[in-house]
């Protein structure tokens, strides 16, 4: 017979129920926080809090709602005035400004003599850059002005498709009056008529244009390790934040147009915004956001700088009616008194380069960005080096509108800015200003599209985590439990 022990069963018994307890407490534990985290989430009461300022920078986007909020770095005005003022103020005018005969031509020598990889064969052939325009693009008498030099056709051409050739077409009129001045900060001398040609930046967007691999990445590489490397936590001197923020911003500003116009079938011809690329280069980088308000205050802050020049320049390109309407809007932009009481000093230049070091500091910084605006004489996609071209002489023109000085180093009074250095000001600013509309429209589509919520966990946490309420409820406890995770975990970060 078989003899039960009674006493053992009864343990075995009682573990087995206490495990169960523990099994299920752990259960509702984690069921418990998880809906605590979902409702904190949702319901956060502390969204826009004084706590998130100061915690991070603040990105902030619920299902329905994403913003930044506090005040851009190293700057004056916040991120929710800008967007006001851009979307209500600057950027209707700058679109308009921008289509009127005197800002749509832009004087720029298009060949690519790189002086830094002679042997790259991306930019070594200067016939390439416009292999593929057909001849009978251009109006008789273009052909025959200097200042538009026909290439040759060349088969080995390594840029040659379409969405990356400049269009040249353009009116016969050519400006008028305006010294020729060579800008310090950048490269080309802007006074040599001799390789120049006059492109019309309205037939030419910039957007996708399929250029990409290691000649893109050589001069993205290049110009940050060696030009404007990124500045190390806790760097004080900001003189040598604003180079790099300026670049990055630029560079933010690119991959925004690429992704609002990319070009998804070259067969079928189909553009369409591409929310993933934006998200992936731009929009969950959050410093990248950042440079990008800051050097769109940086060029605001030197066109307003510039006022009474802008005033009282001349706009002549020989229509009439055309060059009235661009000094009109030039007044209206400059002195809008929105724009005067929202953000008066968009960027406060006084406080860069005091002190004794000042002056090296400052010819350092300025030969670094030459050395960038060489770079763009490497850059193997025509279409891109000309904007490319045009927004660094743009962001030339606001670093000399800022902190030009005279033999005594005293800010120089006498500042002289030639025709096309006014071009790409304005040009560069009116590119900026759509990257902002970009920003704010993408970001709330991609949230909408793929459920997104950003912590703003101080630096700890720098990605994002999706989190959606509308999508399965099993989606959103997954997704819940990764924040929860998340949350507690230390910092780690994850990425959808
Ligand atoms: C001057 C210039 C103009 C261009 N214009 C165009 C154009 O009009 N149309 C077009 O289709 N292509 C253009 N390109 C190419 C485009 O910028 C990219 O290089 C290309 O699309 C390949 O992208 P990528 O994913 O390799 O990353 P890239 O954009 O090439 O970035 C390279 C690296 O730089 C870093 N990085 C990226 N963004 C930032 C930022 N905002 N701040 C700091 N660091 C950053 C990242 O580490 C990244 O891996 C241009 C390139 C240059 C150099």
Same mark, same amino acid.
């Given at each position: 017979m078989l003899k039960v022990d009674r006493k053992s069963n009864n343990v075995d018994h009682k573990k087995k129920k206490n495990n169960n307890n523990n099994s299920k407490w752990k259960r509702w534990r984690l069921i418990t926080s998880l809906i605590v985290v979902f409702v904190a989430m949702y319901f956060n009461p502390w969204r826009h809090s004084l706590i998130y300022s100061l915690l991070n920078k603040t990105y902030i986007c619920s299902e329905d709602n994403c913003e930044y909020t506090g005040i851009v770095e190293e700057c004056c005005c916040d991120y929710e005035t800008i967007n006001d003022i851009n979307e209500g103020v600057l950027h209707p005018l700058l679109q308009e400004l921008v289509k009127t005969p005197f800002f749509r031509y832009f004087k720029v020598k298009l060949w690519c003599d790189c002086p830094f990889w002679p042997d790259d064969g991306m930019c070594r052939l200067r016939d390439c850059s416009v292999c593929e325009c057909s001849e009978n693009e251009f109006p008789e008498s273009f052909k025959t002005t200097s200042l538009n030099v026909l290439p040759k056709d060349d $088969?080995?051409?390594?840029?040659?498709?379409p969405e990356a050739v400049v269009d040249r077409t353009i009116d016969v009129k050519s400006f008028r009056g305006w010294v020729e001045v060579d800008n $310090?900060?950048?490269?080309?001398?802007?006074?040599?008529?001799?390789e120049m040609t006059y492109v019309n930046l309205q037939l030419n967007a910039e957007r996708h244009t399929g250029y990409t691999g290691p000649s893109a990445r050589r001069i993205w590489d290049a110009i940050y390790s060696e030009n404007c490397p990124r500045y190390a936590y806790g760097e004080t001197c900001t003189e040598k934040k604003v180079l790099y923020k300026l670049i990055s911003g630029l560079h933010s500003s690119i991959s925004s147009h690429i992704a609002a116009e990319y070009l998804y079938d070259e067969a079928t011809n189909k553009w369409a915004s591409n929310l993933r690329l934006m998200h992936n280069r731009v929009l969950k980088h959050f410093d990248r956001v950042e440079n990008l308000y800051f050097t769109f205050l940086f060029v605001l802050r030197a066109v307003t700088k510039a006022t009474s020049y802008l005033d009282q320049a001349e706009y002549d390109s020989g229509n009439h009616v055309e060059d009235l309407r661009a000094q009109f809007l030039i007044r209206e932009l400059v002195h809008d008194s929105r724009l005067e009481e929202a953000c008066a000093l968009p960027f406060d230049e006084a406080e860069l380069w005091q002190g004794q070091g000042g002056p090296i500091l400052r010819q350092q910084i300025q030969n670094q960005f030459r050395n960038i605006s060489a770079l763009m004489d490497c850059v193997g996609c025509e279409k891109c080096r000309l904007w490319g071209k045009l927004q660094v002489l743009g962001l030339g023109t606001s670093l000399q509108i800022l902190f030009s000085v005279d033999d005594q180093g005293n800010p120089d009074p006498d500042l002289q800015l030639q025709r096309n250095e006014v071009i790409a000001l304005l040009n560069l600013l009116n590119r900026l200003s759509e990257s902002l509309i970009y920003v704010t429209k993408m970001r709330d589509e991609v949230a909408k599209d793929i459920g997104l919520i950003h912590i703003p966990w101080g630096p700890l946490i720098t990605h994002w985590y999706s989190f959606n309420a509308t999508t399965s409820p099993f989606l959103a406890l997954t997704k819940a439990k990764i924040a929860f995770e998340l949350l507690f975990s230390g910092g780690r970060s994850y990425q959808i």
């Open positions: $088969p080995v051409c390594q840029e040659g498709k $310090p900060w950048t490269n080309d001398d802007e006074t040599d008529n001799g």
